[in-house]
């Protein structure tokens, strides 16, 4: 397996974070996302940086001269393989929410997808420790994330990784 690279997304990546998107409302909550709404919200992270930020985890080749590994096939299932012009295998997006409890920032940890192949390997440990360390040198207060209450295998993740469930209910009005 070649190496995995934590870095801040870029607009390049655009494309491949919204079908990861797609694909974890699908694989988390059976829903069905408009890909193009989804690929809009995304770029839109992007243009404004108040919005948020993503990280990526890509796989890097042993030979990057390779120039035959670099080109893009089409239609690739977000589920199958590493995107092959980027070697992106998970992503995350971290937003913010200002506490004047705190007079600090919270961070939240969203929209975290692993490629099933790349699953249990470390991609949302070195995504989580880079966070982490960001966070720290901004001061922070908190790093947050929500999960479905169903997704047990993501609980156990975040819990092996010394998060700890918080005892908030989360309510919403659809508008």
């Known amino acids: 397996m070649s190496p995995l690279l934590v870095r801040p997304a870029t ?10 998107q797609v694909a974890m409302a ?11 709404i989804v690929h809009r919200a995304v770029e839109k992270v992007f243009a404004d940086s108040s919005k948020g930020f993503y990280l990526v985890v890509q796989s890097v080749a042993d030979d990057l001269s390779n120039d035959a590994a670099l080109v893009p096939t089409p239609a690739i299932d977000p589920d199958q393989a590493t995107d092959q012009a980027t ?35 470390g991609c949302f440990r070195k995504m989580y420790a880079q966070v982490i360390e960001m966070a720290q040198q901004q001061a922070v207060m908190f790093v947050r994330l929500y999960v479905e209450t169903d997704n047990v295998a993501a ?7 010394g998060m700890k469930r918080l005892p908030y209910f989360m309510y919403q009005a659809d508008l």
Do not use: C, H
Request: aromatic share 14%.
């Open 11 to 20: 607009i390049q990546d655009a494309t491949v974070i919204a079908e990861f």
């Open 26 to 36: 699908l694989e988390t909550e059976n829903k069905i996302l408009d890909p193009a």
């Open 87 to 121: 070697g992106v295998v998970a992503s995350l997006l971290v937003t913010y929410e200002w506490s004047d409890w705190r007079d600090s920032n919270m961070w939240y940890i969203q929209s975290v997808f692993v490629r099933q192949a790349f699953r249990r390997q």
């Open 155 to 161: 609980q156990g993740v975040y819990q092996s990784i």
